[in-house]
């Protein structure tokens, strides 16, 4: 599991938006507009945290008025700026979800109690979530689809395993 005190990145701050000190907002959340659910935004700029008035799509944009910004000057300098917040602030995951920087690192293995890897990412594949495990015997990467009740037969966060209905031949080209 991900350090409780960590700082995670939640999105940047792109530009200026108009002339009123509104900020066009990239995020990293999913959907994109949940970046807004976690407040107050802290960054490494001053005045290091940052709290959202109101916010809007634009198009295909996220923009928003932040209280510590009244200007444009002041919006278009703050170009680039990471927005983090605390693991610590994070709501625990729901029953039968994980966060994904939970389950990075976690060991797989198969239904027999074979070590198949562990987890060095996941990715979007639209349908379901893929995990990105780094082979045990140094082979190539395994793509194991995270399909809970499928695939996937359980996460144990504390015990940092995740036990998956996989054969390795399914994950190797024949050659």
């Known amino acids: 599991m991900t350090d409780p005190g960590a700082e995670l990145e939640l999105g940047r701050i792109c530009g200026a938006f108009g002339i009123a000190g509104w900020v066009r907002v990239h995020s990293r959340t999913e959907p994109p507009e949940n970046i807004f659910e976690y407040e107050p935004w802290r960054s490494n700029r001053p005045p290091g945290l940052f709290h959202v008035e109101e916010w809007r799509r634009q198009g295909p944009r996220l923009v928003c008025r932040l209280r510590e910004i009244t200007d444009r ?30 389950l990075v ?4 293995c198969d239904l027999s ?55 390795l031949a399914w994950s190797r080209d024949p050659g």
């Not at 927005?83 to 995951?93: C, F, K």
């Not at 729901?94 to 939970?102: F, I, L, N, Q, T």
């Not at 690192?105 to 797989?108: P, Q």
């Open 113 to 167: 109690g074979v070590r198949l890897g562990s987890v060095s990412g996941l990715i979007d594949a639209g349908a379901h979530d893929v995990l990105q495990v780094d082979a045990a015997d140094g082979g190539e990467q395994l793509l194991i689809p995270f399909v809970p009740g499928i695939y996937v037969e359980d996460v144990d966060l504390d015990a940092r395993r995740i036990r998956v209905d996989w054969a």
């Open 73 to 102: 000057d002041a919006a278009e300098a703050l170009a680039g700026t990471v927005l983090t917040i605390n693991a610590e602030e994070l709501p625990p995951a729901e029953p039968g979800h994980w966060y994904w920087r939970d």
């Open 105 to 108: 690192g976690l060991e797989v």
